[in-house]
């Protein structure tokens, strides 16, 4: 059983950054893909970036491009969402997730895709 744990979440004004962080339990190195998704009060759970086994490949939702990036870094076993640019609709609730995959390419974007969940950190952006 893969454990996840999201740390960096907290109170931003518009306009601001925050880096968010997500520590796996164990290697996850070209095993598993790996994504964020985020849920607002009264939304569901949606896709905002998700990424390969080997960080190769990469996708983000229209409304976070070119204001979030995701990463991985396999020898530390940890994912990470650099946001910048923050807006009120950004507020949510941010839960890291992983899948095991047989090939690097894979990329599931789908909440139903994804085995292993965090408990989520709370973003919260002042306007």
């Known amino acids: 059983q893969v454990q996840l744990v999201e740390s960096g979440g907290g109170l931003v004004e518009a306009g601001g950054s925050l880096r968010l962080s997500c520590a796996a339990s164990?290697?996850?190195?070209?095993?598993?893909?790996m994504g964020w998704f985020r849920q607002a009060p009264g939304k569901e759970r949606e896709v905002v970036a998700a990424?390969?086994?080997?960080?190769?490949?990469?996708y983000y939702v229209d409304s976070v491009k070119d204001r979030f990036t995701i990463s991985r870094d396999n020898a530390k076993n940890t994912m990470y969402l650099q946001m910048n640019g923050l807006k009120p609709e950004d507020m949510a609730v941010y839960y890291c997730?992983?899948?095991?995959?047989?090939?690097?390419?894979?990329?599931?974007?789908?909440?139903?895709?994804?085995?292993?969940w965090g408990q989520g950190t709370q973003v919260t952006v002042s306007s």
């Open positions: 997730a992983a899948v095991g995959t047989d090939d690097d390419w894979e990329l599931p974007i789908r909440k139903t895709d994804y085995d292993y």
């Open positions: 990424i390969s086994g080997s960080g190769s490949m990469t």
């Open positions: 164990e290697r996850i190195y070209r095993s598993y893909a």
